[in-house]
């Protein structure tokens, strides 16, 4: 868990390899379900397309159904969820993680990496002060062209960082109460340093 920025996907990769267990990420499984075309996938487009959140109940379900999978029996990393009140009480109806890891960065350095990201179309994330790419606008793994998203513009992170405050920080407290045994960790430094955390 941590704020937008904060280093959660790397970090869940980099854990993930490390420990041998899958990343399970709700971005990545709405995407994916997406690209396939299922009807699951043609409904989560036509929720997302106009801007709307996709209702917890599906992606809790999404990620329940993903944690019970053969190459999951010994473990995941979660990213990316809970995010808001009722995301957490369906997970603890389905499940009550070991461990949570809360990412603590501030809001400026926030605003430095996520306007230095640059997004691969196949999900791989490069940043310019940071993680760079070999070749400037080129992924390293696929050679395919890097973006920016709309969303990574200065006042656009300051407003997803206030409703992470709002909505998904709490969360942590909650999961303290449930008996989770949470663990922040000072975020700030290179992807290596924080590893090392």
Request: proline share 5%; aromatic share 4%; net charge negative.
């Amino acid at each position: 868990m941590g704020p937008q920025g904060s280093g959660k996907g790397t970090q869940g990769e980099l854990l993930a390899k490390k420990l041998g267990v899958p990343l399970v990420s709700a971005g990545v499984l709405l995407r994916e379900e997406i690209k396939s075309g299922s009807e699951i996938g043609k409904e989560i487009k036509a929720i997302i397309d106009p801007g709307n959140l996709v209702p917890p109940e599906m992606i809790s379900r999404m990620i329940g159904e993903r944690i019970q999978q053969d190459d999951a029996k010994n473990g995941v990393i979660i990213d990316g969820y809970p995010r808001d009140a009722e995301q957490l009480r369906l997970m603890l109806e389905r499940f009550t993680p070991d461990i949570a890891i809360v990412l603590d960065i501030t809001n400026d350095e926030a605003v430095k990496r996520l306007g230095g990201r640059w997004m691969c179309p196949d999900g791989h994330i490069w940043n310019e002060n940071s993680h760079k790419p070999k070749v400037k606008g080129k992924c390293d793994h696929d050679d395919k062209d890097l973006f920016q998203r709309d969303d990574d513009t200065e006042d656009a992170i300051r407003v997803r960082l206030n409703i992470y405050q709002g909505d998904t920080r709490p969360l942590i407290e909650g999961l303290e109460k449930e008996g989770v045994d949470v663990r922040h960790i000072f975020a700030h430094g290179s992807i290596e340093d924080v590893e090392k955390k």
